[in-house]
Every structure is written in C-alpha cells, then in structure tokens.
C-alpha cells in the first residue's frame, strides 16, 4: 500500500528521467534472434481511456505506468536489474514520510511564522511521521517482500507491435492488479518466411501442405496459420527467455506467469487467490493453465483436486498460465518442429487410462477449474484461428 505504480510496472530504461519518462536502452542484444523479431515499437500511442482507468485507481502518479516513449515493461526488480538502482528506488517508494516533516502542514521550516497555537499539533504530526518512518522496513529484503506478486519470479505479456489497443487494455488490467509485469513484442506470423522456418527446422516440411491450404479446409484450432506461427515462435521465445535467465532456479519452485493480449482476469483475481488455488495443484507441475477451453468437454473426468484438472488433447488456448523452468525445457522439446499449433504440441504427449482417457504428461500440466482468466473477444477479434469458438 501506497507505493506508486510506476515503481512496480517500469518500461525498460535507464534510471527515471523527468516526467517520467525512460531514456531506451538500445545496446543490449539478443543472442537468439527469431525470424519476425523486431525490436519494440517505440511510437506506440496509449489511447487516452487506459490512463484514465490506471489515473483513477492509483491517482495521476498511476498514469506514469504508461511510458509512451518507449512500451516495453520490465519489473526493475527483476534479476538483471542493478542492485544499487533496486535499493534507492525501493527506498524511495517506501520511506517517503520522511519529506513530510519539511511540509508547512507538519511545522518544519517553511512554517517557522506559524503562531504558537499551532505549534504543538504541527510537532506531534510530525513526531508521529518520523514514528511511522521508525518502523517502516531498512533492508532490501524486507522492502522487498512489502510489494506484491513476490512469489512470481516474473510475468511476461505477448503482444504484437501492430496492436497498441490491446497493451494498452492489459495495461489497465495490470494497474489494477498492481503486477509488475514485461511486455514480449510478439512475432508477427503474417511477416514471417514459413519456408524459410522449415528450411532451419522451426517447422516441419511436411506440415506446409495444410499450412497453404484454404483457410476454410483447415481444421480449426490444429493446422497452422499465419497468426498460429507467430504466436508459437513468440511463446518459444519467453520460454527461452525464462531459461536463459534462470539457470539456478529449475529446482527451487520459481514459477513465471505468461499471459496474451487479450486476456482479461476475473474480478476477484489477485495473488492470494492465484496462490490458494495453486496449492491445490499436485507438487509434481510444470505447466497451469489458468483459463482455457475444454472443447471436447471431457476434462470434468480428469479432476484430481478441487478445482484442479490434468490437460488433455481436447484443451486449447495459451490465455495465461503458470510455468516453471523444467517446464519452459519441456514445452520447447515437444515444440520442435512445428507441424500444428502450440496448444495441440502442448497436449499431445499424453498417457491413456483403463477407461478410455488420457492426460498430458509433458509438460506435465494441469488447469485450473473455474478459470481465473478468460479471452476478451468482445473488444479483439482473433488473431491466430480462422474464427472465433465457442
């Protein structure tokens, strides 16, 4: 409480420059550079009804959370952020009572020609200031552990440069969550060689046959798009984001949170609730979805815990979910080459029942039942399916 949300959610930048804006950092390079990647758009302009949902949930500092000049977010707090710049600025955020003691209202020195009646009020405010400050923690460890959402190791949100509309909607989503999160700009499947991916081994040869298919002799949700490409390629590259800059984590429970564009987080969503449900899940998880679809509605079966479900072969969508190290390893072994859309990848290696099911067992996922997220398509139209489903 009461630390502003533009120290939680930062674009990425050198330290804060005035107005709040961040000065870009170009130098850093990519080893692993995808085809269709492109660098963040830096002209991305913020419709003005997102800084005013952010502006009336934590005030005009809220609306520093959009960084027109540059719109790729990445939480300061994270790994590859300067200890020396993490400690001031969380010092900053969290020890700002003691400014207040210099304001006129609290009897510091620009009140010194205040009368003597208000003397004794104006000193106790102020006594009572530096109390508050007393106790307020010193260390980075326990500032840290003062913010929310400390038991994500880091959030990431796929969105393609073309499409502002819908950063700036999950920026309001975020601010309303206080979740410090990083924007991924997502390959543009309509960009991309898809002979050229075959060629390198990104996607199999033979799935380009259905690829060039008529989009209405397609089987929905399976064969590959245009927009079903770039989608992959963009999710294989958070996972190999994650690996990468967590070397040391694959056994010590450190969980990632991934979600799309148009993600839209139910109203009671915050990380209480996103945890207590996850402590239903069984130990040995990789991957949890938290939204989803089940469209061959015989998921109901494959329940193992309150509210918890296995995956299966009939389970789509990447809306949001959870992952973890050893999972980013598992889901880029079955991605490998593409010959059908992520979700159908991600549920294929599955083990069968005596009763006729069967579940996925690498990942080893599981989802979440009821969703805490769901897709929002009144406001955006699909940009990966032929169509929308039900």
Known sequence: AGVPFRDLVWADCKPPMPAGHCAPRLARKHSFLWPGRTSAAATLAVPATAVVAITATFGTRGSNALVAPWAT??????????PALR???????????????????????????RTARNAQPAS?????STTQESTEPKSLEELRHSLPWQRLRGA??????????RWAFM??????????VRRWPAVDGQEVDIHHLA??????????????LPEDMKLFGVDLTAGGVGCALSHMQIWKDVIEHNPDTEEDGACFLVVEDDCKFVQSFDEELLFSRLEHVPSDWQMVFIGGSDLMHKQDALEVAPGVRRLYRGFRETTAYLITVSGCKACLEV???????????????EVELPNGLSYTVKPMAYCLHPPLVEQERELFKTDVQKAEHN
């Open 73 to 82: 977010p990445r939480p300061w707090l994270l790994p590859w952020a300067s």
């Open 87 to 113: 400690r001031s600025r969380l010092r900053a955020a969290m020890t700002s009572s003691a400014a207040m003691c210099t304001r006129p209202e609290y009897g510091g020195p620009a009140s010194s020609s």
């Open 124 to 128: 106790t405010a102020c006594a009572s």
């Open 156 to 165: 990431y949100c796929v969105n393609l440069d073309r499409r502002p509309e």
């Open 171 to 180: 920026q309001g989503e975020f601010a309303r969550l206080q979740m410090p």
């Open 199 to 212: 060629g390198i081994g990104l996607v199999r040869k033979e799935a380009l046959p259905r690829y060039f």
């Open 335 to 349: 991605s490998v080459p593409l010959s059908w859309q992520i979700d159908t990848h991600l549920t294929e290696n």
